[in-house]
């Protein structure tokens, strides 16, 4: 980007004519599609791969042209009305919780706050909205985008990670008329996407229980790069344990895991295959045993082991031992198995149903395992990648446990048993009622599209112009919005659980503990509740002003845990999957007339005749 905009500021140099400055764009469009490229371009410049190490290559992309063009024509509107000094306040919000479910997790608000911190309209982003928009555009108004800041915008929000509900708002957004109509777009972006992909995964993890591991596989089946960085990013703070996005791992210091797929197994026909067929005994095996016949613990050279023998061997005996025919077992995929045992002995985990899970991938997988364990090294698991995924997880086990017992090695009961296959979080239920043994699921497709429900629908309403509240009416009620600056609470029980959240006008006093306190629903009048909270807990805190944050943004692990700890404030018949019962929001006594007076004060009224 800095040569991209030293270019253009070598080729349209102040002063020069209109004339020229088109001159100048025709110029200059061989040197931004090069620019492009390079900048696309994995073997771009080592200070550009740099820089996107830093920033999260995510959201290179991230700047005020990620926009819906009618925000840019809306704010010439704006600035040839005369309304640079106006001020408002937009509510950024969602109607409907997703996937058919009582809560929503909010999160991307520290990109919305990233890009608060870089907001700059670049001289090439000038250039190009000179030739896109029409010839009319005054050329004062570009220049009044040149110097646009968001110095006087003011940001409330919720903390990242919170349980959030429809119409509460999760940022209010105060400012310059123009610069927050600008950032309508930019911030549903980066909150709607972020806010549903970690909802999901929470749903994941409170299906799963909190023994069994998740890992994110989805990359490949994500909505491009960047949905698939930014599904591996929040699906780790929705709750899950890792991903197998390498460059994830890399921006976000998320645990990356991964095995081999069905290609490395079929790659191998034979034991004649194998180029490498030793193994040299453990290091930490070998200064163990030294140790106990009271020898130092030098490390000398380590003999040396045929392992391919090793492994054969134990195949024989456990298939007897298994009553598993031997000579029905997959040698290409015993020697697959070898093959990656020899490369990974501290890590081994093998995708044992490439053949058949009980007659060949499991006898297989004992086998090199207890060849690794002769030789002091301990194996991880297997994956399951298809079939009765219930069936199969409690056969693995029962071999397990059987492999156990017969050699007295205890930690082998205890192997992982990873399952995939396009798994939603029906699956997981369904599993649940099976009685599955499964330790781990690796979840790609459902989690990262969220195929279940693939947008969460937040939307961006002007609320205040000048002090002056606003209201959109509409004859779906669910549509009406909330007019003004309003303040959130959230009041709990004496069981320490979230009972309703409730907005009030700013001028009101907040809500007190074991003081009762009216709660309405905001627009049909019979419903409403006294409620004595025996904790209050105000939502929204300044989050951005005068032109810098108001505190140090909370790393991934910090939002991570507040997922967590905000989920438990929930009732379980809130989180539950089937009918989960319906979490409250209200308002009180005052917005409640605050609103329908407004309204009665901007519907017209009709006439019959």
Same mark, same amino acid.
């Given at each position: 980007?800095?040569?991209?905009?030293?270019?253009?500021?070598?080729?349209?140099?102040?002063?020069?004519?209109?004339?020229?400055?088109?001159?100048?764009?025709?110029?200059?469009?061989?040197?931004?599609?090069?620019?492009?490229?390079?900048?696309?371009?994995?073997?771009?410049?080592?200070?550009?791969? /740099?820089? +996107?190490?830093?920033?999260?290559?995510?959201?290179?992309?991230?700047?005020?042209?990620?926009?819906?063009?009618?925000?840019?024509?809306?704010?010439?509107?704006? @600035?040839?009305?005369?309304? =640079?000094?106006?001020?408002? !306040?937009?509510?950024?919000?969602?109607?409907?919780?997703?996937?058919?479910? /009582?809560?929503?997790?909010?999160?991307?608000?520290?990109?919305?706050?990233?890009?608060? /911190? +870089?907001?700059?309209?670049?001289?090439?982003?000038?250039?190009?909205?000179?030739?896109?928009?029409?010839?009319?555009?005054?050329?004062?108004?570009?220049?009044?985008?040149?110097?646009?800041?968001?110095?006087?915008?003011?940001?409330?929000?919720?903390?990242?990670?919170?349980?959030?509900?429809?119409?509460?708002?999760?940022?209010?957004?105060?400012?310059?008329?123009?610069?927050?109509? *600008?950032?309508?777009? =930019?911030?549903?972006?980066?909150?709607?996407?972020?806010?549903?992909?970690?909802?999901?995964?929470?749903?994941?993890?409170?299906?799963?229980?909190? +023994?069994? $591991?998740?890992?994110?596989?989805?990359?490949?089946?994500?909505?491009?790069?960047?949905?698939?960085?930014?599904?591996?990013?929040?699906?780790?703070?929705?709750?899950?344990?890792?991903?197998?996005?390498?460059?994830?791992?890399?921006?976000?210091?998320?645990?990356?895991?991964?095995?081999?797929?069905?290609?490395?197994?079929?790659?191998?026909?034979?034991?004649?295959?194998?180029?490498?067929?030793? *193994?040299?005994?453990?290091?930490?095996?070998?200064?163990?045993?030294?140790?106990?016949?009271?020898?130092?613990?030098?490390?000398?050279? !380590?003999?040396?082991?045929?392992?391919?023998?090793?492994?054969? =061997? @134990?195949?024989?005996?456990?298939?007897?031992?298994?009553?598993?025919?031997?000579?029905?077992?997959?040698?290409?995929?015993?020697?697959?198995?070898?093959?990656?045992?020899?490369?990974?002995?501290?890590?081994?985990?093998?995708?044992?149903?490439?053949?058949?899970?009980?007659?060949?991938?499991?006898?297989?997988?004992?086998?090199?395992?207890?060849?690794?364990?002769?030789?002091?090294?301990?194996?991880?698991?297997?994956?399951?990648?298809?079939?009765?995924?219930?069936?199969?997880?409690?056969?693995?086990?029962?071999?397990?446990?059987?492999?156990?017992?017969?050699?007295?090695?205890? @930690?082998?009961?205890?192997?992982?048993?990873?399952?995939?296959?396009?798994?939603?979080?029906? =699956?997981?239920?369904?599993?649940?009622?099976?009685?599955?043994?499964?330790?781990?699921?690796?979840?790609?497709?459902? *989690?990262?599209?969220?195929?279940?429900?693939?947008?969460?629908?937040?939307?961006?309403?002007?609320?205040?112009?000048?002090?002056? #509240?606003?209201?959109?009416?509409?004859?779906?009620?669910?549509?009406?919005?909330?007019?003004?600056? $309003?303040?959130?609470?959230?009041?709990?029980?004496?069981?320490?659980?979230?009972?309703?959240?409730?907005?009030?006008?700013?001028?009101?006093?907040? #809500?007190?503990?074991?003081?009762?306190?009216?709660?309405?629903?905001?627009?049909?009048?019979?419903?409403?509740?006294?409620?004595?909270?025996?904790?209050?807990?105000?939502?929204?805190?300044?989050? @951005?002003?005068?032109?810098?944050?108001?505190?140090?943004?909370?790393?991934?692990?910090?939002?991570?845990?507040?997922?967590?700890?905000?989920?438990?404030?929930?009732?379980?018949?809130? $989180?539950?999957?089937?009918?989960?019962?319906?979490?409250?929001?209200?308002?009180?006594?005052?917005?409640?007339?605050?609103?329908?007076?407004?309204?009665?004060?901007?519907?017209?009224?009709?006439?019959?005749?």
């Amino acid at each position: 980007k800095s040569a991209q905009e030293n270019t253009f500021s070598r080729e349209a140099a102040p002063g020069s004519s209109k004339q020229d400055s088109t001159s100048s764009k025709r110029d200059l469009q061989p040197e931004i599609i090069k620019l492009e490229k390079k900048m696309y371009s994995s073997r771009g410049s080592k200070d550009c791969q /740099e820089r +996107n190490s830093c920033l999260c290559l995510e959201n290179s992309v991230v700047q005020p042209l990620l926009t819906d063009l009618y925000q840019i024509t809306m704010a010439y509107a704006y @600035w040839k009305s005369g309304k =640079t000094n106006d001020v408002a !306040t937009f509510d950024l919000f969602f109607r409907k919780n997703p996937f058919k479910g /009582e809560f929503t997790i909010f999160c991307g608000l520290s990109d919305c706050l990233a890009l608060l /911190e +870089n907001f700059h309209y670049s001289e090439s982003d000038i250039t190009y909205l000179r030739s896109v928009l029409p010839p009319t555009v005054e050329e004062e108004f570009f220049s009044f985008l040149k110097t646009l800041k968001p110095d006087e915008v003011e940001v409330y929000a919720l903390p990242e990670g919170s349980v959030c509900f429809p119409r509460i708002p999760l940022m209010r957004v105060s400012g310059p008329l123009i610069i927050v109509q *600008l950032l309508e777009t =930019t911030f549903l972006t980066l909150v709607n996407y972020s806010s549903l992909v970690t909802t999901n995964a929470a749903r994941f993890r409170i299906a799963a229980g909190s +023994n069994t $591991k998740l890992l994110e596989f989805g990359l490949r089946r994500a909505q491009g790069p960047d949905g698939g960085l930014s599904a591996s990013k929040y699906s780790y703070i929705g709750g899950f344990d890792g991903t197998s996005n390498v460059l994830a791992g890399k921006l976000f210091k998320i645990p990356v895991k991964g095995t081999h797929a069905h290609a490395y197994v079929t790659s191998f026909s034979g034991l004649e295959d194998l180029h490498t067929r030793t *193994l040299s005994r453990s290091r930490k095996d070998e200064k163990e045993e030294k140790k106990g016949e009271g020898e130092g613990e030098g490390e000398g050279d !380590t003999e040396e082991q045929d392992f391919v023998e090793l492994c054969t =061997t @134990w195949r024989s005996k456990l298939g007897e031992e298994l009553n598993i025919l031997a000579s029905e077992a997959h040698n290409g995929e015993l020697a697959a198995f070898i093959s990656y045992a020899l490369a990974f002995p501290n890590s081994f985990l093998a995708l044992i149903d490439t053949y058949d899970v009980s007659r060949s991938g499991i006898l297989n997988f004992c086998a090199v395992a207890l060849a690794l364990n002769d030789l002091g090294y301990k194996a991880i698991g297997v994956r399951i990648d298809s079939g009765d995924l219930a069936y199969l997880s409690r056969v693995v086990k029962e071999t397990f446990v059987r492999v156990s017992e017969a050699f007295d090695l205890v @930690w082998f009961a205890e192997l992982m048993i990873t399952a995939s296959n396009d798994i939603n979080e029906e =699956t997981i239920l369904s599993l649940n009622e099976q009685g599955h043994k499964i330790t781990c699921f690796g979840i790609g497709t459902h *989690l990262v599209t969220c195929q279940r429900q693939p947008a969460l629908g937040c939307v961006y309403k002007l609320v205040e112009v000048n002090g002056k #509240p606003t209201i959109k009416l509409s004859q779906d009620v669910s549509k009406i919005t909330m007019p003004g600056q $309003k303040d959130a609470f959230r009041l709990y029980s004496s069981d320490g659980h979230a009972l309703i959240d409730l907005l009030q006008l700013p001028s009101e006093e907040p #809500p007190q503990v074991g003081k009762r306190v009216l709660c309405r629903h905001p627009f049909e009048e019979s419903k409403r509740a006294y409620v004595i909270p025996h904790k209050v807990e105000p939502l929204y805190s300044l989050v @951005w002003s005068k032109g810098t944050l108001c505190s140090d943004l909370p790393d991934l692990d910090q939002v991570r845990n507040n997922v967590e700890s905000s989920l438990r404030s929930l009732r379980q018949d809130h $989180k539950r999957s089937l009918n989960p019962t319906p979490y409250k929001v209200g308002v009180s006594d005052d917005l409640y007339h605050f609103i329908h007076d407004l309204w009665l004060e901007n519907a017209p009224i009709g006439e019959l005749s």
